[in-house]
């Protein structure tokens, strides 16, 4: 009986180390950054599984949203109101595409790696407009550039 107290009492001390060490990121919307306008800045996270990203309306105008064909199997779509600060806990693996949606068109998008990105292929698939498709292709590259400096 002492060992299952022993254990149980282990599981949680563990389960307690995980929330302790968990990750916040900050996300900033903003109309201009060090990339240019209508910008996430940064736009590309990588972070673990249970970390949370903060995404913060430093200029007014602005949303943060999950597109929809770029969510691993199981990740949860998430969707903030203009102007309104959004905190989302990343629990599932993947590559997460975000967009700002009045600025899609104008390449406000960003990328949320969490873990390992085994849905980057289907991510990498999705199609945007305007200057959303090339902004998604440097965020890809970024990723990229992750793969092979940890190798």
């Not at 919307?29 to 673990?48: C, D, H, Q, R, S």
């Not at 993947?94 to 406000?108: F, I, L």
């Amino acid at each position: 009986m002492r060992k299952v107290i022993v254990l149980g009492a282990l599981v949680a001390a563990l389960g307690f180390a995980g929330a302790v060490n968990a990750a916040e990121v900050e996300v900033k919307m903003l109309n201009k950054g060090t990339e240019g306008v209508m910008v996430f800045e940064p736009a590309f996270v990588k972070i673990n599984p249970g970390d949370t990203v903060k995404f913060v309306a430093a200029d007014k105008g602005h949303n943060v949203e999950s597109i929809e064909t770029m969510l691993p199997e199981g990740g949860k779509a998430f969707v903030g109101k203009i102007n309104e600060e959004l905190a989302i806990t990343f629990d599932k693996a993947g590559v997460y595409g975000y967009k700002c949606k009045p600025h899609y068109g104008m390449g406000m998008v960003g990328m949320v790696v969490v873990g390992e990105p085994a849905n980057a292929d289907q991510a990498k698939a999705a199609t945007h407009p305007g200057k959303a498709k090339q902004a998604f292709s440097n965020l890809f590259d970024k990723l990229a550039a992750t793969k092979t400096a940890a190798n």
